[in-house]
């Protein structure tokens, strides 16, 4: 990262986070996806960062949108959805771009359905936040947007993700 650059965090949110607020309150809370995006820019702007954020419900397009990444992006926050339990190729793409990661759960996962007890994202992260809410995301951005800007950025990927 360029000293005089704004840095800059990614956030990606995967399959049916953009039905949050619709449906399952009980699961996800009442928070729409906008509310995530709001809280994620506004924590990032406190530490003179930006936030640019996705969501699809396509595995192809957040792997695009992960490659894409670099240059111009510093950091990712990544909500996979249920891609987080399958998905082999999100984690070699995040592995690819070897920029820090916080992988985010709104729900704790390891309080439900065994298959949800694996990620496969969690490999290539350097923090993961479950069972927080939204709440997770501020966590995310704050961790993330301090470490960028105090000039020790979190490790990012390694030789061994
Ligand atoms: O807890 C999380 O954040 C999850 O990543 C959410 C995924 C789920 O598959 C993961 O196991 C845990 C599902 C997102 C679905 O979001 C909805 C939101 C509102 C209504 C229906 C689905």
Redesign the pocket.
């Known amino acids: 990262m360029s000293p005089e650059r704004t840095p800059s965090i990614l956030v990606v949110n995967?399959?049916?986070?953009n039905?949050?607020?619709?449906?399952?309150p009980a699961?996800?809370g009442s928070a729409t996806l906008d509310d995530v995006i709001r809280l994620a820019t506004e924590t990032a702007r406190a530490h003179g960062c930006t936030v640019t954020a996705m969501q699809s419900n396509h595995e192809g397009v957040i792997i695009d949108a992960i490659h894409a990444a670099r240059p111009g992006t510093d950091a990712i926050v990544i909500?996979?959805?249920?891609l987080?339990?399958t998905s082999i190729a999100i984690r070699d793409a995040l592995a690819a771009v070897a920029l820090p990661v916080v992988e985010?759960?709104?729900?704790n996962?390891h309080r439900?359905e065994e298959f949800?007890h694996v990620s496969y994202i969690s490999g290539v992260a350097d923090a993961v936040i479950?069972g927080a809410g939204i709440d997770g995301y501020r966590l995310a951005v704050d961790h993330l947007a301090s470490r960028l800007t105090a000039g020790t950025p979190p490790q990012g990927a390694s030789p061994g993700k």
């Not at 985010?104 to 729900?107: A, F, M, R, T």
């Open positions: 995967g399959p049916n986070l039905l949050l607020g619709t449906r399952e699961v996800y909500n996979a959805g249920a987080t339990h985010v759960h709104i729900s996962v439900r949800r479950v």
